[in-house]
Nanobody, 125 residues
Framework: QVQLVESGGGLVQAGGSLRLSCAAS????????MGWFRQAPGKEREPVAA????????RYADSVKGRFTISRDNAKNTVYLQMNSLKPEDTAVYHC?????????WGPGYKYDYWGQGTQVTVSS
């Protein structure tokens, strides 16, 4: 089991920044690719960004490229999402998730095994 706890959400004006954190406990953090997802009211959950277990090539949704940055600190068992130039359409509950080695962690068929409860991000216009 892996437990994931997100923090760092809040209310921010358009153009502002937030940094989300996701602290992992339980099984070995370095064995998991990590992803951030979001779900707005009335909409389906969508992937935002992901980073492989070795911290290599990161992936982003087109809607956040150039504004969001995902990173991980394996010594702290934590993954981050730096969000800059926020827009009202970024408003959602943001969840982090962990994908076991060998799982597809980006693109069609992605599969994540553990999910956090989420943190609310609200961007006012």
């Amino acid at each position: 089991q892996v437990q994931l706890v997100e923090s760092g959400g809040g209310l921010v004006q358009a153009g502002g920044s937030l940094r989300l954190s996701c602290a992992a406990s339980g099984r070995t953090f370095i064995n998991y690719a990590m992803g951030w997802f979001r779900q707005a009211p009335g909409k389906e959950r969508e992937p935002v960004a992901a980073i492989p277990a070795n911290g290599g090539r990161t992936r982003y949704a087109d809607s956040v490229k150039g504004r969001f940055t995902i990173s991980r600190d394996n010594a702290k068992n934590t993954v981050y999402l730096q969000m800059n130039s926020l827009k009202p359409e970024d408003t959602a509950v943001y969840h982090c998730a962990a994908a076991s080695l060998g799982s597809i962690w980006w693109g069609p068929g992605y599969k994540y095994d553990y999910w956090g409860q989420g943190t609310q991000v609200t961007v006012s216009s």
